[in-house]
């Protein structure tokens, strides 16, 4: 195992351990326990799916580099229409959103269309 896996890995368990101990103890406000142990619970998840999915192989190589960026460039652009049609929604008054869920929706389609769009250049093959 990377060190870089270990590190995280001790970070994970150190963020549940303590959202555990204060959420049974009653320390603190009740919110930053459930996020430490979220944040421990979904670093270990993670950690776990790419040793798996990795074991000994190099993690990344000039190909999947390419893909990568070529997703992160793909989620942008889809990013961008979907802050103008936000824009629109909200001056031609068909919608009134918050700042809190505008953020929170553009942030959950980068994570979604960046991954997805990774993942289908990695199954298709090479870009040409």
Same mark, same amino acid.
């Given at each position: 195992?990377?060190?870089?896996?270990?590190?995280?890995?001790?970070?994970?368990?150190?963020?549940?351990?303590?959202? $555990?101990?204060?959420?049974?103890?009653?320390?603190?406000?009740?919110? $930053?326990?459930?996020?430490?142990?979220?944040?421990?619970?979904?670093?270990?998840? $993670?950690?776990?799916?790419?040793?798996?999915?990795?074991?000994?192989?190099?993690?990344?190589?000039?190909?999947?580099?390419?893909?990568?960026?070529?997703?992160?460039?793909?989620?942008?652009?889809?990013?961008?229409?979907?802050?103008?049609?936000?824009?629109?929604?909200?001056?031609?008054?068909?919608?009134?959103?918050?700042?809190?869920?505008? $953020?929170?929706?553009?942030?959950?389609?980068?994570?979604?269309?960046?991954?997805?769009?990774?993942?289908?250049?990695?199954?298709?093959?090479?870009?040409?």
């Amino acid at each position: 195992m990377d060190n870089r896996y270990k590190y995280s890995l001790y970070a994970a368990i150190i963020a549940f351990v303590a959202g $555990v101990t204060a959420s049974v103890l009653q320390i603190g406000n009740e919110e $930053v326990a459930n996020i430490l142990i979220n944040i421990g619970v979904a670093l270990i998840a $993670v950690l776990l799916i790419r040793l798996r999915r990795t074991g000994n192989l190099p993690e990344k190589d000039e190909r999947t580099k390419k893909l990568g960026a070529y997703g992160l460039s793909y989620s942008w652009l889809i990013t961008f229409l979907a802050l103008n049609l936000i824009f629109w929604i909200d001056r031609l008054r068909f919608a009134q959103l918050t700042v809190s869920e505008v $953020v929170f929706i553009l942030g959950i389609l980068m994570l979604v269309t960046a991954k997805g769009f990774q993942w289908h250049f990695l199954s298709k093959g090479d870009m040409d």
